[in-house]
């Protein structure tokens, strides 16, 4: 079993639409847990970061965690044609430098 | 300021050559970490430098090497290829060892034929 779960898509939605994004994961070290955008032929790029349980919002994104249930969201509000890339959850345990990624989901908005 | 670069950004090797990859950190970041990026998976931690030691490593055997420069630019070494190291290598900067404001380079594409 992977430290972290992350279903592949690929997802489609029309424009305009909420879309949710989750993972889910096993190790209960972890503390600190990011999402992270990727285009294609690009590396990541950090959207949101998160220590611990809780909410945070960025704009039209918001992220949060349940580490009682070990799963954490993203959600994109209003989503745009421009939000059409791969999305990444990464997590990492307090004191250590490595990050654990999911596999990432890929994300289509729809004109 | 600028980013993290990348050098280069593709590349192809023969199974059993060596290959070494660049990557200049952003401006002010003195920790640099790689990851490998296999077709349709997340990143993978290969290791991290700071200060030009390495501070942590992920899974990788040891013909995965690095070294980290006095400009904390940085340069991933991996000996004996093998099919399977095809992917994407992305390098990683941020200021400090424990903090999760990573940059991440655009990657170097490595297809080992």
């Known amino acids: 079993q992977k430290e972290v779960e992350q279903d592949p898509g690929p997802l489609s939605v029309p424009e305009g639409a909420i879309v949710s994004l989750n993972c889910t994961y096993s190790?209960?070290?972890?503390?600190?847990f990011m999402w992270y955008r990727q285009y294609s032929r690009k590396g990541p790029e950090l959207l949101m970061y998160t220590y611990s349980s809780g909410n945070k919002e960025d704009g039209r994104f918001t992220a949060q965690v349940d580490k009682s249930s070990k799963y954490i969201s993203l959600f994109i509000r209003d989503s745009q044609p421009s939000d059409s890339a791969t999305y990444l959850c990464?997590?990492?345990?307090?004191?250590?430098?490595?990050?654990?990624f999911g596999t990432g989901t890929r994300l289509t908005i729809i004109p | 300021e600028t980013g993290v670069t990348q050098s280069p950004t593709h590349l192809i090797k023969t199974r059993g050559q060596q290959v070494t990859l660049r990557c200049s950190s952003q401006?002010?970041?003195?920790?640099v970490s790689w990851y490998q990026q296999a077709l349709g998976q997340g990143p993978q931690f290969i290791f991290q430098?700071?200060?030009?030691?390495?501070?942590g490593r992920g899974n990788f055997p040891p013909r995965f090497s690095g070294l980290q420069f006095p400009n904390y630019s940085s340069e991933l070494n991996v000996n004996a290829l093998e099919l399977d190291d095809s992917a994407l290598y992305l390098c990683a900067s941020s200021q400090g060892i424990f903090t999760y404001g990573y940059t991440f380079g655009s990657g170097t594409r490595l297809t080992v034929v």
């Open positions: 990464a997590m990492s345990e307090l004191g250590n430098e490595k990050l654990t």
């Open positions: 190790n209960s070290a972890f503390q600190y």
């Open positions: 401006s002010g970041h003195n920790t």
């Open positions: 430098y700071y200060r030009e030691e390495e501070n």
